[in-house]
Structures are given as C-alpha cells and as structure tokens.
C-alpha cells in the first residue's frame, strides 16, 4: 500500500548544468498532472507530462522542472543593438514619418540585446527521463513509508470495527423474540377494551413478521465478509483505494440497516459508533493511492 500524499526530487546533468525535478503528490480521485518549465524548455512540456501518465496512477501530481545555467552570463551584442535600433527606425519610417526614436527604446527590449544562449537540445529528453526517474524513485520511497503506517492505522480501526459488530451480534441474540414480546403486550393492552377480537392465529403471524424485521443477522454476516475482504486489500502492493472506498459504502449501507432495524438502546449506540469508525477510515482511505 502506498498513500497518495509525498515529495521526490531528482537531478541530471546536461551540457555541464544541472537539471532539476520536482515531482509534489496530492490526494485526487483520477490522474491529474500539471507541469512547470522553464521558458527554454517549454516546448519539452508534453514529453515530461507524457513521462508522468505513464508511471503514475491515481492522484494529482505537480511536476516542476529547473535548469541551473552554469555558464557565462548573457553579454551585450552591439550588433543585436543596431540591427534592433534600425528595424525601429524602419517601422517608424512605415507607420509614423519624422517621429522621434531615442536610443533609450532600446532599453525595453533587453532580451533582443543579448548574445543567444546555447540551445539544449542534444540529449535533454534523456536528462529530462533521468531527473524525473530520480524524482519518482524517492517521492515512490516516502509514500511507501507513508502507506505502512497508513495500513497499520487502517488495520487497527478495522479491528475496532470487529469488535463492535462482535458486541452488536452479542446484543442482537434473541432480539426477535424480545421484540415479538413487547408487540404481543402492546396489542394484548389495546384489544383490551375491544369490543371485537381479531383472529388470533392471523394476529400471531403479523406481530412475527414484524419483529423478524428486527433481526440483524444478515446485515452483521455482511459486515464481517466486507471486514474480511478489506483485510485482504491491505496485504497488496496494486493501488487499492478505489477498491478500499467500494468496499467502504458498502459497509456503510450495511451500518445504515442495521441502525434503522434496531429496537435496543444499547445496539443503536454501537451503531453509533461504527458509522464514527467508518467515517475515520474513509478519510485515511482517501490517501490510499
């Protein structure tokens, strides 16, 4: 199990400078990747986000990319300076005849003033692959510490959850003949003073039918098989939360039932306090990845 929450960052050398990656995991239900690059790598964006669809699963995953230029910095061109001044001069020409150019214009165009940089392209997608591999390799590390101790907190709320439905099943013994008594008192007061008496044998079957409705069995049977199957995702290594979430509602839908059959104070506080435990183990699940 891995959570779906971490951090990793991974360098590569290209052309004598370094190249950093960034990689932030969050919690998310699909895939989400967005990608920041430097503006010289900007057209190398698809191929770090197409790197990421293809390694990672569910989750939303920030991917930042940095190139430390080592080299010399940028040096003024003189004749990137006079080609830039006199296509100035050339537009004026064109759009506005006589008007006034200072030199100073040039000073709002300092990127087209400097020497280019030396473009990298020759092996930047695999500097690229490299530093997101390292990346991956350590945000992979601590979300696997995360996941033990995730399982670990998963594992004991789920045995919490054990023993509550063992004290609920105790308290549902003989809860349907509890049940059938009070509704034979209830109706035995009623027909009292009743001049007519209804069908005794037709009136038993009623009030079993009615306190047969009180019966938990099946809803605790359920219970404990989806505690069982949840045991068992804890043990894989395959990305579980979807299935872990799945097996989550349907326990939940089994809890629901089993508070809306309880006739005993004492079973619908446990019910209570299984509804708490699901809801605390649905928050952790939704940082299983």
Excluded: W
């Amino acid at each position: 199990m891995r959570s779906m929450t971490g951090f990793g960052c991974g360098e590569a050398e290209l052309d004598g400078n370094k190249l950093t990656c960034e990689l932030r995991a969050l919690n998310h239900r699909f895939l989400d990747v967005r990608v920041r690059v430097p503006e010289e790598l900007q057209s190398h964006a698809f191929f770090v986000e197409q790197l990421a669809r293809e390694r990672l699963s569910r989750g939303r995953f920030d991917i930042g990319v940095r190139l430390e230029d080592g080299g010399a910095a940028p040096r003024f061109s003189p004749v990137r300076a006079r080609a830039v001044y006199q296509s100035l001069l050339e537009l004026r020409d064109e759009l506005a005849p006589g008007t006034d150019v200072p030199i100073a214009a040039l000073a709002s165009l300092p990127d087209l003033l400097v020497e280019a940089r030396r473009s990298h392209t020759d092996g930047l997608e695999q500097a690229l692959d490299s530093a997101f591999s390292a990346a991956l390799r350590r945000l992979d590390e601590m979300r696997e510490r995360e996941g033990r101790a995730l399982s670990r907190e998963l594992a004991d709320r789920l045995a919490m959850l054990r023993q509550l439905a063992a004290d609920a099943k105790q308290l549902s013994l003989g809860a349907a003949e509890r049940q059938l008594g009070r509704l034979r008192e209830r109706v035995a007061r009623l027909l009292a003073d009743a001049a007519a008496l209804p069908d005794a044998a037709r009136l038993e079957t009623e009030l079993a039918l009615i306190a047969d409705r009180s019966d938990v069995t099946e809803e605790l049977v359920r219970l404990a098989s989806h505690f069982d199957q949840f045991q068992a995702l804890l043990a894989e290594r395959e990305p579980i939360g979807r299935r872990l979430e799945f097996l989550l509602q349907e326990m939940s839908r089994e809890a629901n039932t089993l508070g809306s059959k309880s006739q005993d104070v004492k079973l619908s506080h446990l019910v209570v306090e299984i509804k708490s435990q699901l809801e605390k183990l649905r928050e952790q699940v939704q940082n299983v990845e």
